[in-house]
């Protein structure tokens, strides 16, 4: 079962939920912003159903209400913040605030952001950058309990470590990857999960190393106190990924790599490597935007394979999604919803008293 909530009632549900746990008016409603966009854009695993996750982290005492980011370094191409535990989606708005008008100014910026509590989806930030007319990189690693195993091996040994890429398009709707360098996000398992779905083969591997299609596996505990863990996309290359966002996100910034058994702890924490690359200042402006163009044409002018109605390019299927779920609503299965009202319940709040 499931029930379709409008974009708009649902932001103002969810940011009841976040003040009631702490956080001023501005903030609860920040955070509930950039979770329904995450839904609205298909990306229901960094979405809302993350909610119950915050609360806890917040009476946890891990996840700081009402913090900044706070630079350490700051030389104009160089910027170095601390996310000093705060809500990731103010800190990580914050750092790419303060990186974009660096790169502005200079052409270029290379920013770290350590001790953030979730980011979120990362391509909101890819996006800010792009509004700017800016080209970004994003490395980002994941400081919780870990859910991928390393190419040939048999348990969790690290987090989801997204990468994102953000390049602007003149007259055209821009480039934006966005992708976990598991084989898919932790958070898509929860909601199969939560849905009672099972999962294609190639996914998962239970706790005892051998693969599976129950995503419960990396959801709750297994019979034996232990959990089974997401493979990396493509093999050995996207576990070369993986590693390479927890050096450059994690050991880089300062944030920290994970080399520890797990716990139950239910805050989350990211490290970011971001560079901001103005196109202007480089001297290729009308060749960058003349050669991106005329590749991107060359590529939707190409046929649609089977299955498929067209090309596309990274960034079209969020807008899209975003196109019908603000006119159709945001689908969420009974588990979930049930869970945010009991997040809501934890900390004094009534989700319905909100609609």
Known sequence: MSKTISSEQLTAQVAHVIQAAGSSAAEAQKVAANLVLANLSGHDSHGVGMVP?????VLEGGLQPNT???????????LALDGQRGYGQVVGEQAMQMGIARAREHGSCIMTVGNSHHLGRIGHFAEMAIEAGLVSLHFVNVLSRPVVAPFGGGDGRFGTNPCC???????QEPFVL???TSRVAQGKMRVAHNKGERVPDGYLIDEQGAPTNDPGVVVVPQSNGLFGALMTFGEHKGYGMAVACELLGGALSGGGTWHREADQKRSVYNGMLTVLIDPARLGTQAAFEAEARAFVDWLHAGPPGEGHARVQIAGEPE????AVRAREGIV???????EIVAAGAKVGASVEAAA
């Open 165 to 171: 890429i953000g390049i602007p398009l003149q007259g």
């Open 68 to 78: 900044s980011a706070k630079a350490t370094v700051d030389i104009g191409t160089l």
């Open 178 to 180: 966005d992708f976990a």
């Open 53 to 57: 996750r915050y609360v806890d982290a």
């Open 332 to 338: 969420l299965d009974d588990a979930t919803w049930a």
């Open 319 to 322: 807008r899209a999604a975003r």
